[in-house]
């Protein structure tokens, strides 16, 4: 069965602390996602990744930053929690081989920053 | 720019009723779109996708179809479950790239 792991599902952590938020698929997809997603916003593009070493800015990267080392690992860096930073995190990711625009998702990291 | 609209939730329905939640798009090019469907306490799925006008997309009773002419793509289900609560996500791709911009959401509470 293909999956998406997000290594916490619950985080809470206090204002100016490194977060990281871990993200691992065993599908061999190329392309990975973070997106946050909020009450009547939906989802908002955080960063991408095409490729290993790759990184992409999404809609809304101010204060995050990304690490794509190994094809199937994407990890989400805040240097610096704020509690506008409180929500839930998504990652996806998808191959332009098997489904163009089919993500697969992970079950969420909800932050909670305080 | 690419987005998408949905109407707000939540839609409140008794089992059995029929279902349409609204969604339309603005787009450059021709996207292709997509119905996400987000169970409690899980990640997004994809519930179904069209990717040219007229296309019509189903599965597990739900059904939506790509109207250029009105930029639309509602979704529709003949008689909803409770097990059909959730919150649905109506996205689009528009040009290269494997993106998704995503609509806000609209939740469906369906009761016994």
């Known amino acids: 069965d293909v999956k998406v792991t997000q290594s916490s599902r619950y985080l809470v952590k206090r204002t100016g602390e490194k977060v990281f938020l871990e993200c691992v698929q065993d599908m061999d997809h190329e392309n990975m996602f973070w997106y946050r997603q909020d009450p009547g916003l939906g989802l908002r593009l955080i960063y991408f990744?095409?490729?290993?070493?790759?990184?992409e800015k999404g809609d809304i990267p101010e204060g995050y930053s990304v690490s794509r080392e190994k094809k199937e690992r994407f990890s989400l860096i805040l240097e610096s929690a704020s509690t506008n930073q409180t929500s839930m995190y998504l990652c996806?990711?998808?191959?332009?081989?098997?489904?163009?625009?089919?993500?697969?998702f992970g079950e969420g990291s909800r932050l909670t920053v305080l | 720019g690419n987005s998408v609209t949905q109407m707000e939730g939540p839609v409140t329905l008794s089992e059995e009723a029929f279902l349409t939640i609204n969604c339309t798009y603005t787009a450059t090019g021709y996207p292709s779109l997509f119905w996400y469907v987000q169970y409690p306490g899980e990640g997004l799925q994809l519930l179904l996708k069209?990717?040219?006008?007229?296309d019509k997309g189903s599965n597990k009773g739900f059904e939506a179809t790509y109207r250029k002419e009105t930029t639309s793509f509602h979704l529709e289900k003949g008689s909803v479950q409770v097990s059909d609560s959730a919150v649905y996500f109506c996205?689009?791709?528009?040009?290269?790239?494997?993106?998704?911009?995503f609509g806000g959401g609209t939740r469906l509470m369906v009761k016994p």
């Open positions: 996205a689009l791709r528009a040009g290269a790239g494997n993106m998704l911009t």
């Open positions: 996806a990711s998808s191959s332009p081989d098997k489904g163009p625009g089919e993500l697969f």
């Open positions: 990744s095409y490729d290993v070493k790759m990184k």
């Open positions: 069209a990717t040219k006008a007229d």
